[in-house]
């Protein structure tokens, strides 16, 4: 199963997020929930879950400024935003933290559910690729962590969709 954090400054629009999508039937679990940015920060130090919903406008820190902290920081969570903003300015601030979706609401349950089902896919083709590397490789190889860095951004720049 892959672990979600939903960031969402109203309280409503978290609650429905959390409750009305069947979350475990699409393979996700734990369910982690943040009201703004800052808080939504302190999740990922505890948790680093895989996918991450996150609203664009929210006090302390906005769901932009909150996910390019995250790729600064090293995370590697599928960022989703979820806003009822139609703005260029957010959609092309989205595609520059490599966001896998960008949903407008009032959301539709089903539209959630193809987006993660979208992400889970992104994401086993992620496990596939790293578990190939690591059996292509004898375990008697030493590979510096400067050269499994260097591995890991050629990856994530080259397949940018795979990496957030």
Not at 98 to 119: N, R, S, T
Request: hydrophobic content about 40%.
């Amino acid at each position: 199963m892959y672990s979600i954090l939903l960031v969402e400054d109203e309280k409503l629009e978290l609650e429905t997020l959390r409750d009305y999508v069947d979350w475990k039937k699409l393979g996700i679990g734990p369910v982690y929930t943040a009201r703004n940015g800052k808080r939504a920060m302190e999740c990922m130090e505890k948790y680093a879950p895989d996918i991450v919903i996150t609203d664009v406008q929210m006090p302390v820190m906005n769901g932009i400024q909150f996910s390019r902290q995250l790729i600064e920081e090293g995370y590697t969570s599928k960022i989703i935003f979820l806003t009822g903003y139609d703005d260029f300015e957010y959609i092309k601030a989205a595609f520059e933290v490599h966001a896998v979706d960008y949903l407008l609401k009032p959301f539709m349950v089903e539209d959630v559910e193809v987006c993660i089902e979208k992400v889970k896919k992104q994401l086993e083709t992620i496990n596939e690729q790293i578990s190939n590397f690591a059996q292509t490789y004898p375990t008697s190889l030493k590979v510096s962590s400067n050269e499994a860095l260097l591995f890991m951004r050629r990856y994530r720049f080259a397949n940018c969709s795979c990496f957030s």
